[in-house]
C-alpha cells in the first residue's frame, strides 16, 4: 500500500480536526488539529523526510502526539481514531463547519432533526424556511446561515494575512535547510500583494548556475517557482500577480513593440529586460509596488508618474486605539505603554472600551479617572521623548450619540468611536448613526467603520462615500484597523478616502502586548490602498500629533 503524502495527510488532519469539533470535548484538541494541516498544506519539504529525521515537530503546531498521528496517517493512510469518528457523522456534515458562526452543536442539530449533509441542502433548508421552524435553531440562525453562506464559498481556501506570513516562513526555512544550494528565496502571491486573504502561498527561489528554465514545484498548498539568477526578476514578476495586472502589462509591451513573456521583456529575439524594475522602466513606467498590482488604475498613474511613495512601516511614529486590563486587554498601561517605547514609538494611545461596552469592562467614570492618574504618573517617568495619549474607545449608541457626555468626552487626548451592536440596522439609519457620531466635536477617529470580520461576517451596510466626505469636512480620521481579522476600513476605498481629503490613522486595536505588531498588516492595507506616509495621522511625531490634537481642540472652543 503506497504511503500517503504531505497534502492527503494534511487532508487527513483536517477531517480529523472537524470530527473532533463535532465530537465534542475539549475544542481546543481541535483547533491544534486544524493548524497542523494548515502547517502541513504549506509544507516546502517532503513530509517522509522530516519523519526518518525524526523532525515533525520542527513545523508549526505540531507537537509530539499530532506527530505520531502524522506518523501513523503517513504509514497507514488512516488512524484508528479516524475510522471511529467517521462512523458517527457523513463526510457532506462536514462542509456545513465552513460556515461562519455555525457552532459544531448547530450543524450536529441540522444534521440530526433536518437531515442536512451538504451546503446545498443547508442553503435550500435555510430558504425553504425549514431551520427557522425547527426547534433550537430558529429564525436568527437561518438568517446567520443565509447571510454567511457566500463567506464560506468565497473564503474556502483563503488563509488570514498572519497565518500565511507563518506557514511562508516555515516553509522557506524548511526550504533553506533540506535545499542549501538556493538562493534569495522571496515569497510571491497574494500575500506579496498585501491581500487581506492569502488563497495561493508561493516561493520564488534563485536557483545556481545559469541558462536553465523556470521549474515550479507544485505542492498543491504551496508553489515554489525556481529561476537562475539572469529570469530571477521575471519570474518574481509573474509570481507575484495579480493576473490583470500582468494581462496589461503585456499589452502595453504589445503597444511598444515587445513582448512579455516569463523570462523577462522581449523585443525582437532579445530580452532587454529582466528584473522587475527594469521592465517597468523599459515599459516606460515608475516602479510598482507589489500591493499595487491589482489592474486598478495603478499602470495609468505609473505612466504619468502619478504613483505616491507609499506608507512604511518606519514611517509610523506612535500607536493609537489600544485596550489595557483596564477594560478587555491583557496587560497594564504601563506594561503596554514600555512595550510601545520598546519598539521604538514615540507615543502610546490608549483607548479602552467605554461604559455601554459592559461586556469588555468598559470605563465607569471613576475608572477613567483613576487611568488618567496612572497615565500622568507614568508621563512624568517617561519624559518629553514618550507620552501616553489618554483617549477612549466610546461606543456609538443606535441614534448616533456617544456614550459619555461632553464634560467627560473633553478630558480626553482623543476619542475613537465605534461601533460594537445593532448592526441590523438598515443602510441608511446606519449611515446617520455614523454621520452623527462623525459631527460630534469630540471624535477623533472612526474605527472600524464597516464592523466586518474577515471570514466571520460582512460588514453592516452603510453609504462608505456619504461618511468618508463626513469625515473629511469634520477633520475625523478613518481607521484601518490592523487586526488581522478585520483590516477595515477595506483598502478598496482608501483611493476614495484620499480623493475627499480624508487623514487615516493605522491602528492596531491590541488588547496585548503581542497585537501591538499588528499594525504591520495595517501598514500592508495601506499600501495596497495607496496611502502616503503624509495621510497618516501616526505617522506625525509626538509633537505633531499634540499639535494636531490641541488644534482640534482649539476649534471645539471657538464652536463652543
Given at each position: 500500500m503506497p504511503k500517503a503524502g504531505t497534502q492527503e495527510i494534511a487532508r487527513l488532519l483536517r477531517e480529523y480536526a472537524q470530527r473532533s469539533a463535532l465530537r465534542g470535548g475539549n475544542p481546543y484538541r481541535a483547533k491544534a488539529y486544524s493548524r497542523a494541516a494548515d502547517s502541513l498544506a504549506a509544507l516546502g519539504v517532503p513530509i517522509e523526510r522530516l519523519i526518518d529525521e525524526g523532525r515533525l515537530t520542527e513545523i508549526p503546531g505540531v507537537g509530539e502526539a499530532i506527530a505520531d498521528i502524522i506518523t501513523k496517517l503517513h504509514r497507514a493512510g488512516t488512524h484508528p481514531s479516524l475510522v471511529k469518528l467517521r462512523q458517527d457523522i457523513p463526510a457532506g456534515v462536514l462542509e456545513l463547519l465552513s460556515v461562519p458562526g455555525l457552532r459544531p452543536e448547530k450543524v450536529l442539530r441540522l444534521y440530526k432533526d433536518l437531515g442536512i449533509i451538504s451546503l446545498a441542502e443547508l442553503e435550500r433548508a435555510a430558504k425553504d424556511d425549514r431551520i427557522k421552524k425547527a426547534k433550537g435553531l430558529g429564525a436568527a440562525l437561518?438568517?446567520?446561515?443565509?447571510?454567511?453562506?457566500?463567506?464560506?464559498?468565497?473564503?474556502?481556501?483563503?488563509?488570514?494575512?498572519?497565518?500565511?506570513?507563518?506557514?511562508?516562513?516555515?516553509?522557506?526555512?524548511?526550504?533553506?535547510?533540506?535545499?542549501?544550494?538556493?538562493?534569495?528565496?522571496?515569497?510571491?502571491?497574494?500575500?506579496?500583494?498585501?491581500?487581506?486573504?492569502v488563497g495561493d502561498l508561493a516561493i520564488v527561489a534563485e536557483t545556481p548556475g545559469s541558462g536553465g528554465e523556470a521549474d515550479v514545484i507544485d505542492t498543491a498548498g504551496l508553489q515554489v517557482h525556481l529561476a537562475d539568477r539572469e529570469h530571477f526578476g521575471a519570474?518574481?514578476?509573474?509570481?507575484?500577480?495579480?493576473?490583470?495586472?500582468?494581462?496589461?502589462?503585456?499589452?502595453?509591451?504589445?503597444?511598444?513593440?515587445?513582448?512579455?513573456?516569463?523570462?523577462?521583456?522581449?523585443?525582437?529575439?532579445?530580452?532587454?529586460?529582466?528584473?522587475?524594475?527594469?521592465?517597468?522602466?523599459?515599459?516606460?513606467?515608475?516602479?510598482?509596488?507589489?500591493?499595487?498590482?491589482?489592474?486598478?488604475?495603478?499602470?495609468?498613474?505609473?505612466?504619468?508618474?502619478?504613483?505616491?511613495?507609499?506608507?512604511?512601516?518606519?514611517?509610523?511614529?506612535?500607536?493609537?486605539?489600544?485596550?489595557?486590563?483596564?477594560?478587555?486587554?491583557?496587560?497594564?498601561?504601563?506594561?503596554?505603554?514600555?512595550?510601545?517605547?520598546?519598539?521604538?514609538?514615540?507615543?502610546?494611545?490608549?483607548?479602552?472600551?467605554?461604559?455601554?461596552?459592559?461586556?469588555?469592562?468598559?470605563?465607569?467614570?471613576?475608572?477613567?479617572?483613576?487611568?488618567?492618574?496612572?497615565?500622568?504618573?507614568?508621563?512624568?517617568?517617561?519624559?518629553?521623548?514618550?507620552?501616553?495619549?489618554?483617549?477612549?474607545?466610546?461606543?456609538?449608541?443606535?441614534?448616533?450619540?456617544?456614550?459619555?457626555?461632553?464634560?467627560?468626552?473633553?478630558?480626553?487626548?482623543?476619542?475613537?468611536?465605534?461601533?460594537?451592536?445593532?448592526?441590523?440596522?438598515?443602510?441608511?439609519?446606519?449611515?446617520?448613526?455614523l454621520l452623527r457620531a462623525i459631527a460630534n466635536p469630540y471624535t477623533t477617529i472612526i474605527g472600524h467603520m464597516t464592523g466586518r470580520q474577515l471570514q466571520r461576517r460582512p460588514g453592516y451596510e452603510i453609504d462608505v462615500e456619504k461618511v468618508l466626505r463626513a469625515c473629511a469636512k469634520h477633520d475625523v480620521a478613518v481607521e484601518i484597523n490592523a487586526h488581522p481579522w478585520r483590516l477595515d476600513l477595506d483598502w478598496r476605498w482608501h483611493q476614495a478616502a484620499l480623493e475627499l481629503g480624508c487623514m487615516m490613522s493605522i491602528n492596531p486595536d491590541a488588547h496585548s502586548i503581542r497585537e501591538l505588531d499588528h499594525m504591520h498588516w495595517g501598514v500592508e492595507m495601506a499600501r495596497k490602498g495607496g496611502i502616503p506616509a503624509d495621510r497618516v495621522l501616526n505617522a506625525m511625531t509626538l509633537a505633531e500629533i499634540i499639535r494636531h490634537l490641541k488644534r482640534k481642540r482649539r476649534a471645539l472652543s471657538r464652536v463652543a
Amino acid at each position: 500500500m503506497p504511503k500517503a503524502g504531505t497534502q492527503e495527510i494534511a487532508r487527513l488532519l483536517r477531517e480529523y480536526a472537524q470530527r473532533s469539533a463535532l465530537r465534542g470535548g475539549n475544542p481546543y484538541r481541535a483547533k491544534a488539529y486544524s493548524r497542523a494541516a494548515d502547517s502541513l498544506a504549506a509544507l516546502g519539504v517532503p513530509i517522509e523526510r522530516l519523519i526518518d529525521e525524526g523532525r515533525l515537530t520542527e513545523i508549526p503546531g505540531v507537537g509530539e502526539a499530532i506527530a505520531d498521528i502524522i506518523t501513523k496517517l503517513h504509514r497507514a493512510g488512516t488512524h484508528p481514531s479516524l475510522v471511529k469518528l467517521r462512523q458517527d457523522i457523513p463526510a457532506g456534515v462536514l462542509e456545513l463547519l465552513s460556515v461562519p458562526g455555525l457552532r459544531p452543536e448547530k450543524v450536529l442539530r441540522l444534521y440530526k432533526d433536518l437531515g442536512i449533509i451538504s451546503l446545498a441542502e443547508l442553503e435550500r433548508a435555510a430558504k425553504d424556511d425549514r431551520i427557522k421552524k425547527a426547534k433550537g435553531l430558529g429564525a436568527a440562525l437561518q438568517t446567520k446561515v443565509l447571510q454567511n453562506l457566500a463567506i464560506a464559498k468565497g473564503g474556502q481556501g483563503r488563509l488570514h494575512l498572519h497565518r500565511a506570513a507563518a506557514l511562508l516562513e516555515h516553509a522557506k526555512e524548511s526550504l533553506q535547510k533540506s535545499r542549501p544550494e538556493l538562493k534569495r528565496l522571496t515569497i510571491a502571491g497574494d500575500f506579496r500583494r498585501g491581500c487581506e486573504l492569502v488563497g495561493d502561498l508561493a516561493i520564488v527561489a534563485e536557483t545556481p548556475g545559469s541558462g536553465g528554465e523556470a521549474d515550479v514545484i507544485d505542492t498543491a498548498g504551496l508553489q515554489v517557482h525556481l529561476a537562475d539568477r539572469e529570469h530571477f526578476g521575471a519570474v518574481l514578476l509573474h509570481a507575484t500577480g495579480s493576473p490583470v495586472h500582468l494581462e496589461q502589462l503585456r499589452l502595453l509591451a504589445e503597444k511598444k513593440g515587445m513582448r512579455l513573456e516569463q523570462d523577462g521583456l522581449h523585443k525582437g529575439r532579445s530580452v532587454v529586460a529582466g528584473t522587475e524594475e527594469d521592465i517597468y522602466r523599459a515599459l516606460g513606467l515608475s516602479f510598482v509596488e507589489p500591493e499595487l498590482r491589482e489592474g486598478r488604475g495603478e499602470i495609468d498613474r505609473a505612466l504619468k508618474g502619478e504613483l505616491s511613495k507609499l506608507v512604511a512601516d518606519q514611517d509610523l511614529r506612535g500607536i493609537l486605539h489600544c485596550h489595557t486590563d483596564a477594560s478587555d486587554g491583557t496587560e497594564t498601561l504601563e506594561t503596554m505603554a514600555k512595550a510601545t517605547l520598546k519598539r521604538g514609538f514615540e507615543y502610546f494611545g490608549v483607548a479602552d472600551h467605554s461604559k455601554s461596552a459592559h461586556y469588555a469592562g468598559g470605563l465607569s467614570l471613576e475608572q477613567i479617572k483613576e487611568q488618567h492618574r496612572e497615565a500622568d504618573r507614568l508621563n512624568k517617568k517617561f519624559g518629553k521623548d514618550f507620552r501616553i495619549l489618554k483617549g477612549i474607545e466610546s461606543d456609538i449608541l443606535a441614534d448616533g450619540s456617544l456614550d459619555y457626555p461632553d464634560d467627560v468626552l473633553e478630558g480626553f487626548d482623543f476619542v475613537v468611536a465605534s461601533i460594537h451592536g445593532r448592526f441590523k440596522l438598515d443602510r441608511k439609519a446606519q449611515t446617520q448613526r455614523l454621520l452623527r457620531a462623525i459631527a460630534n466635536p469630540y471624535t477623533t477617529i472612526i474605527g472600524h467603520m464597516t464592523g466586518r470580520q474577515l471570514q466571520r461576517r460582512p460588514g453592516y451596510e452603510i453609504d462608505v462615500e456619504k461618511v468618508l466626505r463626513a469625515c473629511a469636512k469634520h477633520d475625523v480620521a478613518v481607521e484601518i484597523n490592523a487586526h488581522p481579522w478585520r483590516l477595515d476600513l477595506d483598502w478598496r476605498w482608501h483611493q476614495a478616502a484620499l480623493e475627499l481629503g480624508c487623514m487615516m490613522s493605522i491602528n492596531p486595536d491590541a488588547h496585548s502586548i503581542r497585537e501591538l505588531d499588528h499594525m504591520h498588516w495595517g501598514v500592508e492595507m495601506a499600501r495596497k490602498g495607496g496611502i502616503p506616509a503624509d495621510r497618516v495621522l501616526n505617522a506625525m511625531t509626538l509633537a505633531e500629533i499634540i499639535r494636531h490634537l490641541k488644534r482640534k481642540r482649539r476649534a471645539l472652543s471657538r464652536v463652543a
